[in-house]
């Protein structure tokens, strides 16, 4: 077939695919197009051609589904951060619920399970309480600033064009976090454009200012400001943090976190606590918290909770269990599940996060928790596995990142033999990949609830008990 890439084509879309692209198909190829919904026609411009399948871009639809609804954002479609806000909610967790379905029978060779209908946020928008906006010397002009000399084009301070990693959309209003944090991105873009202090260039690996992070505690209202910078300025950041926390009393700490090497990320080196007290606190239903700049936290706080609690159903403890909770990040689902279990006991690689889990403990009164430090990989080795990992777990709980669990880290769970495992995923498909591997052994699924923490985007949890067969 003459299909090469900047060759147009019209294609009906049938399926949703994992990464929220349509699925066609052209003479038997399958044809995955960026912008499409299924049950639309379109005319698409094919970007890659692989032996045994093509990627496309929509140019023009030609049909669009009935379903499309008027997205809230005026930045949608440039932005890319909402892909699905032209979608109902309702339908979204249809498509997130066949991205699961999909990714278990093509990756894991599951063909007989049943997966739940996805658990809905609460909110589906001001749903997050973190949000990282990066500053740049190439903004991204949108269709009616082209041709005016409104705004500098050499600064802007938002979120990434999808697939330009260099140009920044200059954003005044986000959907996603609250009215506060729009305010504090405002305020901010203000504070720097009147500085002689450059964006960081990502091709020269010059500039100062690098990333706006605003972290906020949706139950408590408690609100952080990091700003990622290249170098320390003392003067210039005590003068923002100023302007900041006369925004709002609800910032209750402004650190900077320097990061003087090229990075795609928005960590830094050294953290600078530059007012306040250097994190947050956030309440979970009887919980409560601590959360600092960098440490990982859910971003969607309600469902957040609703996603523990689930944990806690799925888990069925009866109060005698030894529990591990792997990846543990700061402590969260270990102690949810602490006054149900008789111990628990986190691993987390970051040692940011396991202070935050102990500290965590303190504050909430907890006893039966304890948090290492290491790698999964590595800490339940047969030889490492001494003092506190000596006896093996009952139930063990796992919340990887969305590489899932290293192949070693799967041969120890294996070897621990716990009667249950909960599995707590962000990426479908590392999840059937790696449920393939702990069902070909000794586990078989009992439930996979998927649980939805990013409306408008494809991105989905999901939970999955395993129980170990009987031998
Ligand atoms: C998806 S988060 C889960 C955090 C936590 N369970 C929660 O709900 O907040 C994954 C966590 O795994 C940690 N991590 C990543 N690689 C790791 C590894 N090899 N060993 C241990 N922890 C790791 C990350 O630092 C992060 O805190």
């Known amino acids: 077939m003459g299909l090469r890439r900047g060759t147009e084509v019209e294609l009906e879309v049938e399926d949703i695919a994992f990464g929220g692209k349509g699925i066609a198909r052209l003479d038997g190829l399958v044809i995955f197009v960026e912008g499409a919904l299924p049950g639309e026609q379109v005319r698409a411009r094919i970007r890659r051609r692989k032996s045994d399948y093509a990627e496309a871009t929509v140019r023009e639809i030609l049909s669009p589904s009935p379903r499309r609804v008027v997205p809230r954002c005026e930045y949608f479609g440039i932005c890319g951060g909402c892909k699905w806000q032209n979608v109902p909610y309702e339908e979204q967790l249809d498509f997130k619920w066949r991205e699961v379905r999909d990714s278990f029978n ?48 050499d600064f802007a301070l938002g979120l990434h064009v999808p697939g330009r990693f260099d140009k920044v959309l200059d954003l005044d209003r986000c959907y996603l976090q609250s009215e506060l944090s729009n305010r504090i991105l405002q305020a901010t873009r203000d504070f720097a454009r009147t500085r002689d202090l450059e964006p960081w260039d990502t091709r020269t690996h010059s500039g100062f200012w690098r990333y706006l992070v605003v972290r906020e505690g949706k139950n408590t209202g408690e609100v952080m400001v990091n700003l990622v910078t290249s170098r320390r300025e003392e003067g210039v950041m005590r003068e923002l943090a100023e302007v900041l926390c006369n925004l709002s009393p609800k910032v209750v700490s402004v650190v900077n976190n320097i990061q003087p090497r090229p990075s795609s990320t928005a960590f830094g080196e050294e953290e600078w606590v530059v007012w306040g007290r250097g994190f947050i606190v956030e309440r979970l239903g009887p919980f409560s918290f601590e959360i600092s700049a960098n440490s ?112 070693k880290g799967l041969r120890h769970i294996l070897a621990l033999q716990p009667r249950r495992i909960i599995y707590v995923s962000c990426n479908p498909t590392t999840l059937a990949r790696d449920l393939k591997v702990l069902c070909e052994r000794r586990y078989q699924i009992k439930r996979i609830l998927p649980v939805d923490m990013f409306p408008h985007t494809y991105h989905i949890e999901t939970i999955v008990r395993l129980d170990r067969k009987a031998s």
Request: net charge positive.
């Open 106 to 153: 093509r990756i894991g060779g599951f063909r007989e399970v049943t997966i739940e209908r996805p658990l809905p946020s609460p909110e589906i928008f001001f749903y997050r309480n973190k949000m990282e906006f990066a500053f740049s010397r190439q903004r991204w002009l949108i269709p009616e600033e082209r041709g005016t000399d409104e705004k500098p084009k």
């Open 296 to 407: 990982f936290f859910q971003t969607n706080t309600r469902q957040a909770e609703r996603l523990y609690r689930k944990i806690v159903e799925l888990a069925e403890l009866e109060g005698r269990e030894l529990v591990y909770d792997l990846y543990c990040g700061t402590g969260t689902i270990g102690i949810f599940l602490s006054p149900h279990a008789r111990r628990v006991l986190g691993v987390e690689l970051l040692d940011n996060a396991v202070a935050n889990a102990r500290r965590n403990c303190e504050r909430n009164k907890v006893t039966n928790c304890t948090f290492l430090k290491g790698d999964v990989a590595e800490l339940l080795t047969l030889e490492s596995r001494r003092g506190e990992l000596r006896e093996p777990p009952d139930v063990l709980v796992v919340d990887p990142p969305r590489a899932g669990v290293h192949p």
